[in-house]
């Protein structure tokens, strides 16, 4: 498998003054196989679009590396940028809010070949508009029209076909169904799977709810607080959740079929997701994680590899740690 993105320990801080620091990518480390699809998961406001944004070169980066097809995103001179450009695109979670209502579907699908210089003529830049039209499921009549003339997931549609208009390989979306009805969401879930086949698209799936990405996805990453806490393949994941947090996401999702015997017990997190200006020392999850430990506020987890392809960091998984009593359970037994 080839690895078309490479994210080494990938850090976006932001400066907020008065000496703060907010910290919304920190150290994240993922690869992108070339045609799958990785679903980034965790939170609003866990730093996935963040990292998206990062990836694209929308933001500098802080430290660390984005490797696209060997190159570094934020070393690139300006013409491998602009070629970079044209082979990285993003959908967005409301379409209609990066689409000029002012512009007509046809201006707004073919403004990106304009500054690429992608087309000769006007008959060739109608002929492609109205070509991508057909193959996001809309029709060429379409083309004349304005974005508020249409339901949110024909918009949608548009601003994949925008996206198309560049032949990219590959798609960032970030959260591009949650702001659709359920019934919607399939469709478009369905055309980008489609279009995956057809042109070989990667992309790397951004999303707060881990049963959209799960379906979607072949691997999938799970982030909290600007951290990634576990990653492995979809199945994997769903299977053999190791993280507390992992856990903890997925009791939430219903089993859909009701012969099935297994129940997860739904695990509710007690307490708010902290500020990332002042996250918890040691493991970020631990004001929050039902097995935290005394070694917990103490020291980061490291990142590992504890199955074949199956990451985490969380010092349940660490063997030279002893001690695994839940502190909630020591101040029990404390008590009496
Ligand atoms: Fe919970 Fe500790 Fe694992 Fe963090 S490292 S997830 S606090 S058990
Ligand atoms: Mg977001």
Same mark, same amino acid.
């Given at each position: 498998e080839e690895k078309i993105l490479q994210v080494n320990h990938l850090k976006k801080h932001f400066d907020m003054g008065k000496n703060q620091v907010l910290k919304a990518v920190d150290d994240v480390s993922f690869h992108v196989n070339r045609g799958e699809t990785f679903g980034l998961v965790g939170e609003s406001g866990c730093g996935k679009s963040t990292i998206g944004r990062t990836i694209m070169g929308l933001y500098e980066r802080t430290d660390g590396e984005v490797i696209y097809d060997g190159q570094d995103v934020h070393d690139m001179k300006e013409k491998e940028k602009f070629v970079f450009r044209q082979n990285m695109q993003m959908i967005f979670q409301d379409p209609y809010a990066s689409l000029n209502p002012r512009s007509t579907v046809k201006e707004v699908i073919s403004e990106p070949m304009e500054v690429h210089g992608l087309y000769k003529s006007q008959k060739e830049k109608n002929d492609r508009? /109205?070509? !991508? !039209?057909?193959?996001?499921?809309?029709? &060429? *009549?379409?083309?004349?029209? /304005?974005? @508020?003339e249409f339901s949110g997931g024909q918009r949608q549609r548009i601003g994949i076909a925008r996206a198309l208009a560049l032949n990219p390989d590959f798609i960032i979306a970030d959260e591009p169904i949650s702001a659709l009805d359920v019934s919607v969401q399939a469709q478009v879930v369905n055309l980008l799977k489609e279009l995956q086949q057809e042109k +070989? =698209?990667?992309?790397?799936? %951004?999303? @707060? *709810? =881990?049963?959209? $990405?799960?379906? %979607?996805? *072949? &691997?999938? +990453? $799970?982030? /909290?607080? +600007?951290? =990634? $806490?576990e990653l492995t393949a979809s199945g994997q =994941? /769903? *299977?053999?959740?190791l993280h507390p947090y992992t856990q903890a996401l997925l009791s939430a999702i219903p089993i859909p079929d009701p012969d099935i015997e297994e129940k997860r017990e739904r695990i509710i997190l007690e307490g708010d997701l902290p500020s990332p200006i002042n996250p918890p020392s040691g493991c970020v999850f631990r004001t929050r994680c039902p097995m935290a430990m005394e070694v917990c506020a103490k020291q980061v987890p490291a990142w590992q590899e504890v199955e074949q392809d199956h990451y985490v960091a969380c010092h349940l998984y660490d063997e030279t740690i002893s001690d695994k009593r839940p502190v909630k359970q020591v101040e029990k037994e404390t008590a009496h």
């Open positions: 508009v /109205y070509e !991508l !039209l057909e193959e996001v499921g809309l029709n &060429r *009549d379409h083309a004349n029209r /304005y974005p @508020h +070989g =698209l990667t992309f790397l799936f %951004i999303a @707060h *709810d =881990l049963s959209m $990405v799960k379906q %979607i996805s *072949d &691997r999938i +990453g $799970v982030m /909290y607080l +600007g951290n =990634l $806490v =994941l /769903y *299977d053999q959740p």
